[in-house]
């Protein structure tokens, strides 16, 4: 196909670089990078359903109609560790991520 500028960043690609279709622009294209951004952002949604992998997660948690958000770590048998020692995940209402990790700094 050659060379198309990405609907998102504007960038100037070639289309070998794996790009996508736009879901929201008719012949628009994402290119490989913008893609793996947009991948990454769909899955920091706010969702009832309780994680099936571990990682930390983005937790909403109703308490005297004041909603909390926080950070918990989800273990391999979906119990959360927050504050420490307590087990929570009953109580969360809503969950976003995994929280991706952080890269280290060279
Ligand atoms: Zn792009």
New binding site residues.
Partial sequence: MGWYI?S????Y?NSDDGCIEDPEHPLGL??S??AAEMSRRKKMKWTKTVPTEPGWYWAKYCYFLKTMRFVVYIDDSLNTHYPEGYNITLLIDEWAGPIPEPEETE
């Avoid at 998102?8 to 960038?11: A, F, L, P, S």
């Fill in positions: 990405c998102r960043c504007y960038g690609k994402i290119c990078d913008c």
